[in-house]
C-alpha cells in the first residue's frame, strides 16, 4: 500500500532523515519506534506531505505523491494525527471533528462518521458541544483521532499518540488504535513508547539518527536484546 524508498528529508542544508525506506501493506499496522530526535517526527511529516523530500520516494497504491500538494493526500485516503493534537481551541469539540470531513467525498459520510467516533468515543459525544480547549489532554488526543477518522481514511498516520498522556490515558489510546486497525485501516505509528507500540504492531523499524538501523517483526524486535537493552532498560 504505501512504500516509502531511500527517502532523505533535509532542513535547508541539515540532513534529517537518510536512505529511509519501508512499507505498509494493505490492513497492517506498522510501527517507527526510536529515541528523542532520531527523525521520525520527520520522516511521518515527509510521508503526510508536509514536508517535501530530498531524494527518494513515496508511493501510494503505486502511485508516486510527490509533487502533490499536501492537502491532496486527505483525498487518496491518507489522514494524519498530528503530534501535539494541533487542535482549534476555541472551537467545539463537533466543530474540530467535522474539520476532518472537508472534502466533498468524505462529507457525504459526515453523519455516518460522526456516529462511529461517537461509539468508539463516547465521552466526545457527551462534550460534542464543549471546546476542544477546555478538555484534558487524553480528550484531546480522542479528539485528534477522531477528526482523523471523519476523513475515512485508508492508511492512517500516528505521531506520538501517547506524548504527554497519563499511563493509563495512554493504554486506552493505544487500545483504541488497535481497534481501528482491526476495521481494516492500515496506520503507520510513529511512537517513542517501544512497549506499547511493539505491543499492538505486526512489524517495525528503529529509527536512530535519521536511518533505519533495525526492521522486523515486532514481537522479535521485542525480544532482541540490543533493543530491550537500550529501548527498554533490559539486559
Not at 492512517?156 to 495512554?170: H, M, N, Q, R, V
Amino acid at each position: 500500500m504505501l512504500e516509502v524508498t531511500r527517502v532523505e528529508v533535509a532542513y535547508g542544508d541539515a540532513g534529517a532523515v537518510w536512505d529511509v525506506s519501508l512499507t505498509v501493506r494493505e490492513r497492517e499496522l506498522v510501527t517507527v519506534v526510536g529515541p528523542n530526535g532520531a527523525g521520525k517526527t520527520t520522516l511521518i511529516n515527509a510521508i503526510a506531505g508536509l514536508l517535501p523530500i530530498r531524494a527518494g520516494t513515496i508511493r501510494l497504491e503505486g502511485r508516486d505523491l510527490g509533487g502533490l500538494a499536501s492537502h491532496e493526500f486527505c483525498r487518496h485516503g491518507v489522514a494524519l494525527v498530528p503530534e501535539g493534537r494541533r487542535l482549534f481551541g476555541g472551537m467545539t469539540v463537533e466543530e474540530n471533528l467535522e474539520m476532518g470531513c472537508y472534502d466533498p467525498a468524505a462529507r457525504k459520510f459526515r453523519a455516518e462518521s460522526l456516529e462511529r467516533v461517537y461509539v468508539i468515543f463516547p465521552i466526545l459525544r457527551e462534550r460534542r458541544q464543549q471546546r476542544a480547549g477546555s478538555l484534558s489532554g487524553g480528550q484531546q488526543q480522542m479528539v485528534a483521532l477522531g477528526r482523523a477518522l471523519m476523513a475515512r481514511p485508508r492508511l492512517l498516520l500516528l505521531d506520538e499518540p501517547s506524548l504527554g498522556l497519563a499511563p493509563t490515558i495512554s493504554d486506552q489510546v493505544f487500545e483504541v488504535i488497535a481497534g481501528i486497525h482491526a476495521e481494516g485501516v492500515a496506520v503507520l505509528l510513529v511512537e517513542q513508547n517501544v512497549v506499547q507500540a511493539l505491543a499492538i504492531a505486526a512489524r517495525a523499524y528503529v529509527l536512530e539518527q535519521g536511518r533505519i538501523v533495525a526492521e522486523g517483526a515486532a514481537e522479535d524486535l521485542a525480544r532482541d536484546p540490543r533493543i530491550r537493552e537500550a529501548y527498554l532498560g533490559q539486559q
